[in-house]
C-alpha cells in the first residue's frame, strides 16, 4: 500500500518513505517534511499514536501537519487521533483524488500561516549548532530508550548510553523535557506499556512486567494518572 500511495503522490510533491516509527523518527534528525502521512498500524515498538504524540510535543515538528490513516473504523480511534493532534482521519480504503485534495489544502494552509516549519531555522539564525545538536540527541535518546527490551533502563544506564554524568544528564533533561530523568524514563515506560496493551501483547500483568514495574497495583495506579 505504501508503494502504492508513493507512486500517487510522487506525481505532484517529493515522498520519502519509512517502513516504521524508528525509521521515522531517524528521517526526521535531518528533514523537516511538509506533512507526514502517517498509519496507525506500525511495526513494534512505536506505532502511529506513539509517533503522533512524540511528534506533538517536540516543538520543532508540532507545526507539521499529520493525516492519519487506519482501516480501524472505530469512534474512538477516531477521535483519539484527532485529541492527540492529527489534522485529518483517514479510514481505509480511501480514494487517491480524495487524500491528494486533503493533502493539498492542508500543506496550502501552513504556507499561509506565520510559522513554517521548512523556513523556521533560516528565519531565526541565532539558532545555534548546540541547539541542533541537543535536538538530534533528544530524539535519538527516545528511539534507543523506547526500543530498549530490556526493562531495568535506569538513570545510570542512560548517562552512560548519553556520554554524560548523572548530573549533567539531569540538568539537560530538564532543560530539554521540562522534568526529571525519573519522571522522564516513567513516561517512557508507560508510553511502551500502553502501545503493547493496544496491541493485546499480554496480560496487564506480563506487560506491567516487561515495561520494569514489581507492582501491579502501582502500575495501574501510574497507568490511570498518565491516561
Given at each position: 500500500m505504501?508503494?502504492?500511495?508513493k ?18 523518527l531517524?528521517?526526521l534528525?535531518?528533514l ?5 502521512l ?14 503522533l ?6 516543538p520543532?515538528l508540532?507545526a507539521i ?5 487506519s482501516?480501524?473504523?472505530s469512534?474512538?480511534?477516531?477521535k ?11 479510514v481505509?480504503p ?14 496550502s494552509?501552513?504556507s499561509?500561516t ?5 523556513t523556521?531555522d533560516l ?11 541537543s ?12 526500543i530498549?527490551?530490556?526493562?531495568n533502563?535506569?538513570i545510570?544506564s542512560i548517562?552512560?548510553?548519553?556520554t ?9 533533561t ?7 530523568p ?9 508510553v ?16 506491567a512486567?516487561?515495561v520494569?514495574f514489581?507492582?501491579v ?10 491516561y
Amino acid at each position: 500500500m505504501r508503494e502504492t500511495l508513493k507512486d500517487g503522490i510522487s506525481i505532484y510533491y517529493k515522498v520519502i518513505e519509512a517502513d516504521g516509527g524508528i525509521t521515522t523518527l531517524k528521517i526526521l534528525q535531518s528533514l523537516t517534511p511538509d506533512l507526514i502521512l502517517l498509519d496507525i498500524m506500525l511495526p513494534f515498538p512505536l506505532d502511529g499514536f506513539a509517533i503522533l504524540r512524540i511528534l506533538k510535543n517536540e516543538p520543532k515538528l508540532s507545526a507539521i501537519p499529520v493525516i492519519l490513516m487506519s482501516a480501524l473504523n472505530s469512534e474512538e480511534k477516531i477521535k483519539g487521533g484527532l485529541k492527540i493532534g492529527a489534522d485529518v482521519f483517514l479510514v481505509k480504503p480511501f480514494i487517491l483524488k480524495d487524500l491528494m485534495k486533503k493533502i493539498s489544502n492542508l500543506i496550502s494552509f501552513i504556507s499561509n500561516t506565520s510559522y513554517n516549519p521548512i523556513t523556521a531555522d533560516l528565519l531565526n539564525p541565532d539558532s545555534s549548532a548546540d541547539v541542533e545538536s541537543s535536538f538530534k540527541r533528544k530524539f535519538e535518546s527516545i528511539a534507543e530508550i523506547l526500543i530498549k527490551k530490556s526493562s531495568n533502563t535506569t538513570i545510570l544506564s542512560i548517562a552512560g548510553q548519553m556520554t554524560m554524568s548523572i548530573s549533567t544528564l539531569e540538568r539537560w533533561t530538564m532543560k530539554v523535557y521540562g522534568t526529571a530523568p525519573k519522571k522522564f524514563i516513567m513516561n517512557i515506560k508507560l508510553v511502551k506499556a500502553e502501545i503493547l496493551l493496544r496491541q493485546n501483547f499480554g496480560s496487564v500483568k506480563n506487560i506491567a512486567c516487561a515495561v520494569g514495574f514489581n507492582s501491579v497495583p502501582y502500575f495501574c495506579l501510574c497507568f490511570r494518572k498518565k491516561y
